[in-house]
Structures are given as C-alpha cells and as structure tokens.
C-alpha cells in the first residue's frame, strides 16, 4: 500500500526547523557510482537533464539514479539508550499511525498508481488516497518525481 508522500507533511509533526533533502546513489555512463544530495527530486531531474550532475571521478554528465541500498549501522558497543521507546510502545505507536493513515485516506486499489499520476499532473485534485501497486511501478512512480510512501504493516499482535 502507498500514499501521496505530500499527505505525510500534514500528517507527522516535526519539532524544530529542519531543511529536508535526498540523497541519490548515481552512476555514470562510464560506471562510477557517487552519491549527491538535492533539495527534491525535481531538483535533481532538473539538473541532469540539464547536463549540470558531473560524476566527480571522470565529469561524466551521462548519470543516472542506481539502485540503492538502505543505510545499515555500523557494528558499534552497545549504548544505554534512555529515549528509546519499548518494542510494545512501538508497536502501538504503528497501529495507531496506521489507522489515522486508513481512517483519513480513500483506498482506490489497484487504481492507485493512476490515480496518483492524475494527481501529480493536475488531472485531478488532490485527495489522501492510498492503494496497490507493484514494486515496478512504484519505481516508475519515484522515478518520474511523484512521491508515495508506504503505509507500514500491522505490527504482530502479543501472545
């Protein structure tokens, strides 16, 4: 399931200022692989199409995004962490998320990547929706710009 990642603004509450920007693994037509940070990712597609993204090590302007792998920590001690909330207060916190996300938003099932298209090119208005979609077309949908999150899963219930 996915969602409108604008929905996500109105719907989490950050404290503090904070300046959001997205870090892209690229590679260039020459395989080297970089990463760069952009405001957004109209930023980004704005600026290679323009030939202004350079590969750092030969100045390729022929790049593209490359698959990406999540960030992983690194081994580390282990540390008292006193602000950590308990697996079960995590748990709730998930299952209360998950339900204002299915109570505010109108599922339109396998609709979903057309519908948010439509959205996103002002086809028709804006609207907290959420649906299916395939991993493909989840990539094609990021791929072009649209931003859509997924909405997390049930958390497992307690014996």
Known sequence: ????????????????????????????????????????????????????????????????????????????????????????DIAKMITEYRAKVLAETTDVGRRFPEKVRDMHEGVIDQAPIRGQTTPDEAKALLDDGIAILPVPPEPPKEN
């Open 1 to 88: 399931m996915g969602y409108p990642a604008s929905y996500v603004d109105r719907l989490i509450r950050h404290e503090g200022s904070y300046l959001p920007m997205i870090r892209y693994a690229l590679r260039c037509d020459r395989n080297h692989d970089f990463d760069m940070w952009f405001a957004d990712s109209a930023t980004y597609d704005a600026l290679a199409q323009g030939s202004h993204v350079a590969c750092p090590e030969c100045g390729s302007t022929v790049v593209e995004k490359a698959l990406m792998a999540p960030g992983l920590a690194k081994a580390q001690k282990p540390q008292q962490m006193s602000n950590t909330p308990a697996p079960r």
